[in-house]
């Protein structure tokens, strides 16, 4: 078989009718798959799409490819597999319809046999659109990879291969393969299958052989169990990876088709007293809801993007990655492998009630077998995913029709994987929006006025009229995913003693609240903030607003424009660790020094307006464009009972830990360049310190994370204003301007400034808090030279060099 990447040679423009003209509409344009073809469109307060896509507009766009078919693919069989277009795809091969694929999520294949012109140059056409679909950003067009597939006949079929671990105990693990062959052949094919593990060094560890014989345009799945000695198990710790190679080769021994599959060897377990165990012991998913989009490139999938944020999300204390609400791609699952993070991989945001005008309900109640079967086949080998979601808040689930679906569906997904475990985040609200009014009244306090939008969701979803709504949808799953609803935790342990919950999307700014449940319970597993890392769409719902601004208006959880972004990510787009990442580390019980967040001292006593999904507008510096003495507060994260805030030597004060709020120590405090100290006691030993220093004269500082790149992949380079010493000037921000020479080219220039007209694919971006991001793709071998500049600093070069 050839598996070759097809994501060079491509173009895209608009998708034009018969009668119109491309002069009118602009022309097609060169791009290189994975490409967003909504990123760079011009957005406006006027846009239909509104704060869902952070005012991004839709469209219909035509990619075109000139494929060359050689006479000697005559008697081979020839396919496209597409990992994911948004949405609605039809491919066409020389004018020919050959698929439709209307979930924008899901992979597929276009097979291209009945249509090929051989010795000429074929025309391969994919249309995607994308209007007034989704409730947060999607992209559009050819977003994931692309791969052309050339095989002899007979072949393993695509995702033909599934592997489990039946048995495993410290001696020896039982590894289960079945491989699935297909023939396309006119006469029935005899072949043979060779089976290798590799261990996590490469070293073969187990084998074997089997014959195949398979009739002609049918499938035959062949089997083997092998067992590997001294298993190393994947874990979050120590995620091992195993690989599985299956040979095809015919009745000479000549190859047919070949294939490897990474796995891990690990059991899982399940009970409302030991909650979820993996290889014997129990983990607490320290979870982090995220999107597909990957900030500054749009919707693209990249691989090194999609490693990168598991990396770095990692890094910040997060075991466990839920993708909301749509199937997780290839890339990203393959690093949660990698790097042992846990997953939570969601089916759908809606099934047959719509949330949006044009949305996936369209035709899920016709799609959605293939949809399951989609999600499945890609997910069972990955030793990452533990659960399957099959929804998100799902407006039907408490109707008795709603739970027939929700039961269709959990069935369907423990019939193709019953060795993973099933969930669906339920919000008791948004699936009784006609009966919300007798909800509330049903719950004291939930009407008065001390209860805000986020107290109100959680009492309401513990109200008896939501508790037997969704009674049955819940029965259903085998862990029960509640979606701001940690109300319901300690009650359902008495009403359902048998029943497990995770905590599927919670407010971030309640992560003390919540941590302390899932410690306490067993049968809660974990939570998932909303959300790890900040993304486009759903404009400004994290937004920090000041109320005395001329002008200012209220729009509930609505940014207005020109937000862009959610702006309640730990992370937020370029990476950079927000400071409730730091607080919630310090929640989680991963880093015992405190840290220092300070509140802008130009905002200083002014009235504010949050939402739930807010945090406090607060950076972890002390370098600002403020007189001396001027009044500023300053916020200490700590475990821990008190901390002393020391400036320049000078003891400020010592304050109470959880006074205000849990973890947190509060100083009012005044502005003096120098240097702050924040000294962390409990039992009035030390336990941990954190300083901050003002910096001197900034300059541009570029680094790029990686020096050496493989050809096709990204070069991620941070740029910053910072001082001799690293610390970056986060009260100064200038445009930048980033150049590019060599076998490269920059793909995207960004901050994490959630409100901006700035454009992803300009050359040219202001920097947010003193920092910048720059994405470049490196496109061969050779030195890459990636130069920044600004008015009135000298520009900095730095070098990656493709490998």
């Not at 067009?141 to 095989?151: E, M, N, S």
């Not at 405190?594 to 802008?600: E, K, S, T």
Request: charge should be negative; glycine fraction near 8%.
């Amino acid at each position: 078989m050839t598996r070759t990447p097809l994501l060079k040679g491509w173009t895209v423009g608009p998708k034009l009718g018969p009668f119109e003209s491309p002069d009118d509409h602009g022309g097609a344009v060169p791009v290189t798959l994975p490409h967003d073809a909504l990123r760079d469109l011009p957005r406006s307060a006027a846009e239909p799409e509104g704060v869902h896509s952070g005012y991004t507009p839709g469209g219909a766009f035509v990619y075109t490819h000139e494929l060359d078919v050689p006479e000697e693919w005559r008697g081979r069989s020839v396919s496209i597999e597409f990992e994911g277009v948004y949405r609605d795809a039809v491919v066409h091969l020389n004018g020919e319809f050959v698929t439709h694929q209307a979930a924008g999520y899901a992979g597929f294949v276009a097979e291209l046999d009945p249509f090929l012109r051989f010795g000429e140059v074929n025309r391969l056409t994919v249309e995607a659109r994308a209007h007034r679909d989704s409730r947060w950003y999607s992209g559009a067009g050819i977003y994931r990879p692309v791969h052309l597939v050339v095989t002899d006949p007979v072949r393993i079929a695509r995702d033909g291969v599934a592997v489990t671990t039946p048995d495993i105990d410290d001696e020896r693990a039982v590894v289960a393969i079945a491989t699935t062959v297909d023939n396309a052949h006119r006469h029935t094919r005899t072949a043979r299958l060779t089976w290798a593990i590799l261990d996590p060094d490469g070293v073969d560890v187990a084998h074997g052989a089997s014959p195949v014989t398979v009739l002609p345009g049918a499938a035959a799945v062949a089997r083997a169990r092998l067992v590997v000695p001294a298993p190393r198990r994947w874990s979050t710790d120590r995620p091992d990876l195993y690989t599985v190679r299956s040979v095809l080769t015919d009745e000479d021994g000549r190859a047919l088709d070949a294939h490897e599959v990474a796995i891990g060897i690990r059991t899982l377990q399940l009970d409302p007293v030991h909650g979820l165990r993996i290889n014997g012991e129990s983990v607490k998913l320290r979870g982090a809801c995220v999107h597909h989009d990957n900030g500054v490139l749009g919707a693209a999938t990249h691989p090194d993007a999609e490693d990168r944020r598991v990396r770095l999300l990692k890094a910040a204390g997060f075991n466990a990655l839920r993708s909301a609400h749509n199937p997780m791609s290839t890339a990203m699952l393959d690093a949660c492998d990698r790097h042992g993070v846990l997953v939570m991989d969601e089916l759908a945001d809606a099934w047959t009630r719509a949330k949006a005008p044009h949305d996936a309900t369209v035709t899920f109640p016709e799609r959605w077998e293939a949809e399951v079967e989609a999600l499945v086949a890609k997910d069972r080998n990955h030793p990452s995913v533990v659960l399957y979601s099959i929804g998100n808040e799902i407006l039907e689930l408490g109707t008795p029709i709603g739970s027939t679906w929700s039961r269709r569906l959990a069935e369907r997904v423990r019939d193709l994987d019953p060795r993973r475990f099933v969930t669906n985040g339920i919000n008791g609200i948004i699936a009784n929006l006609d009966r919300i009014a007798q909800a509330r009244e049903e719950v004291e306090d939930a009407n008065t006025m001390m209860a805000n939008m986020g107290e109100q969701m959680g009492l309401m979803n513990a109200s008896p009229l939501v508790s037997a709504s969704i009674e049955e949808s819940a029965a259903v799953l085998d862990v029960v995913g509640f979606n701001y609803a940690d109300s319901r935790y300690r009650q359902d342990a008495v009403d359902h003693p048998n029943r497990i919950i995770v905590g599927s999307e919670t407010f971030p700014e309640r992560i003390d609240v919540m941590w302390e449940l899932v410690t306490e319970l067993p049968h809660v597993i974990g939570d998932f903030t909303w959300t790890g890392w900040d993304y486009l769409g759903e404009a400004g719902i994290g937004r920090v607003d000041y109320t005395d601004e001329p002008g200012y208006a209220p729009t509930g959880t609505a940014g207005p424009y020109p937000y862009r972004l959610a702006a309640c990510g730990d992370l937020d787009i370029t990476g950079h660790r927000r400071t409730i990442s730091f607080y919630r580390e310090i929640v989680f019980g991963l880093r015992s020094d405190p840290y220092l967040a300070v509140h802008r001292p130009q905002h200083h006593g002014r009235p504010t307006a949050t939402t739930p999904w807010s945090w406090t507008d607060t950076v972890s510096s002390w370098t600002w464009d403020a007189a001396p003495g001027a009044p500023v507060t300053v916020d200490v994260y700590a475990d821990a009972d008190e901390v002393s805030l020391v400036v320049d030597g000078e003891a400020v004060a010592t304050q109470p830990v959880g006074a205000e709020k849990a973890y947190v120590a509060r100083f009012e405090t005044v502005y003096r360049p120098g240097e702050i100290v924040a000294i962390a006691r409990r039992d009035g030993v030390e336990i941990g310190r954190h300083s901050l220093r003002t910096a001197t004269a900034a300059r541009l500082d570029v680094r790029a994370e990686e020096t050496e790149v493989a050809p096709g992949g990204l070069a991620f380079v941070s740029i910053a204003l910072a001082d001799d010493a690293g610390t970056v000037a986060v009260d100064r921000d200038v445009p930048v301007t980033v150049e590019v020479s060599g076998p490269g080219v920059l793909l995207g220039l960004g901050s994490g400034q959630p409100r901006t007209e700035e454009s992803f694919g300009a050359s040219t971006y202001t920097t947010y808090d003193g920092r910048l991001l720059a994405v470049v793709r490196v496109d061969g071998s050779g030195t890459v030279r990636v130069t920044a500049s600004a008015e009135d600093f000298s520009p900095v070069e730095v070098i990656v060099r493709g490998k």
